[in-house]
């Protein structure tokens, strides 16, 4: 028995695609079509983008130069006011003025150039039509991200900029910073470098400092307690003992490191049935009180052997 078999059809032969637009070549004639119908658009476009670029870049420049001037028409002026107070107080003035001058600096210029072309590049966009909106969501989106990765980074650079604003503490003087206690070597937007006693450095980052001390701001306070044997004539110790303060004062070589106030006997302080505690005050330029204090007891130790007081002994 024979089987036949069916006959498939012919394959139908693949038509080949028809030539479209893209394959079209480009000739001197479609150049000149396309930029007859978009050049106006373009140039106007174009020229509206160069003119906000431009002022863009004059706007930046005058605002840099004007932050400089008046930074540093500040920093001197301040410079001046604390020389004027602290004369020969061994302070870096020129280092401590020159760092914060260039922090300030530093912060508004980059403030000032971020909103300038911020605005600019909104203005652009606006130019060219394209839907800010999306632009802003996707933008908020990374801010937001990059403020919870960086909260500590950010809290440093923060409290840097208010810190160096509010001139807290500057190169040269000595702080209490809670974490250490030293110099202040170097004030930075995030660290703050101190050297302490022993001469260890330590970097404290500015977000971790919640509250300072000090001691080379105004004015240092010099306290000396004498104390006498309980039968001595108070009256003559207190004479002796402003006598050779009137002397440390008069010094020309210890003058510069007093303030404008005499140091003065305060008076009694204490009572003891064997001893009396007679107490002498100060004002001394920042940093200068500790020498004060040493020599102001060293003359009187010498004032108080001439004329045969007994100085008492605190210990029981």
Not at 148 to 173: C, H, K, N, P, R
Not at 289 to 300: F, I, T, W, Y
Request: hydrophobic share 45%.
């Amino acid at each position: 028995m024979t089987r036949t078999v069916p006959a498939f059809p012919a394959a139908s032969a693949v038509p080949s695609p028809s030539p479209t637009s893209t394959d079209q070549p480009v000739t001197t004639s479609s150049v000149g079509h396309w930029f007859s119908v978009h050049g106006s658009l373009l140039i106007s476009h174009g020229v509206q983008i160069a003119t906000i670029v431009t002022a863009c870049v004059v706007i930046r420049v005058l605002t840099t130069r004007s932050i400089n001037r008046v930074v540093h028409h500040a920093a001197k002026a301040a410079e001046g006011r604390t020389g004027r107070l602290l004369g020969s107080a061994g302070l870096v003035a020129g280092e401590r003025t020159r760092q914060r001058t260039q922090a300030i600096g530093s912060v508004l210029r980059s403030l000032s150039s971020a909103v300038i072309f911020v605005i600019g590049g909104l203005m652009v966009v606006s130019v060219l039509t394209i839907p800010i909106a999306p632009i802003l969501a996707s933008v908020s989106v990374v801010g937001v991200a990059l403020g919870l990765g960086a909260q500590g980074l950010i809290t440093d650079f923060v409290s840097g900029i208010f810190m160096i604003f509010e001139d807290q503490y500057g190169v040269g003087d000595v702080i209490d910073a809670g974490q250490a206690k030293g110099t202040v070597e170097e004030v930075g937007l995030r660290i703050t470098k101190l050297r302490d006693p022993d001469g260890v450095v330590w970097y404290i980052r500015n977000g971790l400092i919640n509250r300072v001390g000090n001691k080379s701001q105004g004015w240092g306070r010099v306290v000396v307690d004498v104390p006498v044997a309980y039968t001595e004539d108070v009256g003559k110790v207190r004479e002796i003992m402003a006598a050779t303060a009137d002397e440390l004062f008069a010094d020309e070589a210890w003058r510069d490191r007093f303030l404008d106030d005499k140091p003065k006997v305060v008076g009694v302080e204490s009572l003891d049935g064997a001893y009396v505690v007679i107490q002498m005050q100060a004002r001394t330029a920042p940093q200068k009180n500790v020498e004060v204090a040493r020599e102001l007891r060293a003359r009187l130790k010498t004032a108080l052997d001439s004329a045969q007081v007994q100085v008492a002994s605190l210990k029981a």
